[in-house]
């Protein structure tokens, strides 16, 4: 058996707000806080404190009979320094807005990933990693994503989650080829997310062995989670166990659900999310590994931006 390191993270013992919704509306979806006391309590909850003290937690374990086929269907763009692995973002532009830390409870335990807010119907949705919203079977509680974040600093908000989702084979199997997740959050102090900090675009069934950016917020050594951090490079087909996309990449723990960047331009902070930060092979721990965005991406993000 192969064993696969994928980011997820975890601190201290806490005890979970359960809302009286949040239970699964489809096998793929996950009620979160669908009231206004739900969002407020669950806002409360995430104290800087808190934020700051999640930390990483790794590792799934696959094999190779579980990684399945990756279906691929027409490309699909939906608009909105090479190379480098590993350092702070310090170009400014739209990412540093649209790019967060995502923060939920695991287990009973304060945890920490990263997503990013893309161009939506309801103005509302951030894409992550599928393990940042289910892992073990069970959907995340307590689910926030606060953009721009900067050491304990919301300067647009915590933004609560409606619902989460994930793929339908992420949640039958938790098929690594299929790790990718996303949020539909609630409107904070009467606006939509994307009025507030931006949207990126957002591509599926584009071509392989492009140059690509990665985002996250590395919270395990050498990184603390205090900065978006991101590299840079021309990606490669995994050769392993999965039908992903690979980069050279020292991000860590916390970066899970980060995004991948075609096209991004350093002067602007603008790309079009094609992938996510997701798993490293514990024997290469200078790659890192996305999902890629086929058809099952796709139906995914047509479902949940039109929720």
């Given at each position: 058996?192969?064993?696969?390191?994928?980011?997820?993270?975890?601190?201290?013992?806490?005890?979970?707000?359960?809302?009286?919704?949040?239970?699964?509306?489809?096998?793929?979806?996950?009620?979160?806080?669908?009231?206004?006391?739900?969002?407020?309590?669950?806002?409360?909850?995430?104290?800087?404190?808190?934020?700051?003290?999640?930390?990483?937690?790794?590792?799934?374990?696959?094999?190779?009979?579980?990684?399945?086929?990756?279906?691929?269907?027409?490309?699909?763009?939906?608009?909105?320094?090479?190379?480098?692995?590993?350092a702070?973002?310090?170009?400014?532009?739209?990412?540093?807005?649209?790019?967060g830390?995502?923060?939920?409870?695991?287990?009973?335990?304060?945890?920490?990933?990263?997503?990013?807010?893309?161009?939506?119907?309801?103005?509302?949705?951030?894409?992550?990693?599928?393990?940042?919203?289910?892992?073990?079977?069970?959907?995340?509680?307590?689910?926030?994503?606060?953009?721009?974040?900067?050491n304990?600093?919301?300067?647009?908000?915590t933004?609560?989650?409606?619902?989460?989702?994930?793929?339908?084979?992420?949640?039958?199997?938790?098929?690594?080829?299929?790790?990718?997740?996303?949020?539909?959050?609630n409107?904070?102090?009467?606006?939509?997310?994307?009025?507030?900090?931006?949207?990126?675009?957002?591509?599926f069934?584009?071509?392989?062995?492009?140059?690509?950016?990665?985002?996250?917020?590395?919270?395990?050594?050498?990184?603390?989670?205090?900065?978006?951090?991101?590299?840079?490079?021309?990606?490669?087909?995994?050769?392993?166990?999965?039908?992903?996309?690979?980069?050279?990449?020292?991000?860590?723990?916390?970066?899970?659900?980060?995004?991948?960047?075609?096209?991004?331009?350093?002067?602007?902070?603008?790309?079009?999310?094609?992938?996510?930060?997701?798993?490293?092979?514990?024997?290469?721990?200078?790659?890192?590994?996305?999902?890629?965005?086929?058809?099952?991406?796709?139906?995914?993000?047509?479902?949940?931006?039109?929720?």
């Amino acid at each position: 058996m192969k064993r696969v390191l994928v980011l997820a993270v975890t601190g201290l013992a806490v005890a979970a707000f359960v809302t009286p919704a949040a239970q699964a509306k489809s096998a793929t979806t996950h009620l979160a806080a669908t009231t206004t006391d739900a969002a407020r309590a669950v806002t409360a909850f995430w104290t800087p404190e808190r934020m700051r003290s999640a930390k990483p937690l790794d590792l799934i374990s696959i094999t190779r009979s579980a990684v399945k086929n990756v279906a691929s269907g027409l490309p699909t763009l939906i608009p909105q320094s090479i190379p480098n692995g590993g350092a702070a973002w310090t170009g400014g532009g739209a990412v540093v807005q649209t790019a967060g830390r995502v923060f939920f409870t695991y287990q009973g335990r304060t945890a920490s990933c990263s997503g990013n807010s893309v161009t939506s119907a309801n103005k509302s949705t951030v894409i992550t990693a599928g393990h940042c919203v289910k892992l073990e079977g069970v959907f995340h509680t307590n689910w926030v994503f606060v953009p721009a974040y900067n050491n304990g600093n919301a300067p647009y908000g915590t933004w609560t989650a409606k619902s989460t989702h994930a793929t339908p084979q992420w949640v039958a199997s938790e098929d690594i080829n299929f790790d990718i997740g996303a949020a539909v959050v609630n409107p904070l102090n009467g606006q939509s997310l994307s009025d507030v900090v931006g949207a990126q675009g957002i591509a599926f069934n584009q071509a392989r062995g492009q140059n690509m950016y990665a985002f996250g917020y590395s919270a395990a050594a050498p990184y603390d989670g205090s900065k978006l951090i991101y590299c840079s490079g021309r990606v490669f087909n995994d050769f392993l166990l999965s039908r992903g996309i690979g980069m050279t990449c020292n991000q860590t723990g916390g970066s899970s659900g980060g995004p991948w960047f075609l096209s991004f331009s350093e002067a602007t902070g603008t790309g079009t999310l094609n992938s996510v930060n997701s798993f490293k092979y514990n024997f290469f721990p200078n790659w890192m590994f996305g999902p890629y965005f086929g058809a099952d991406a796709q139906n995914l993000y047509n479902s949940v931006q039109a929720s």
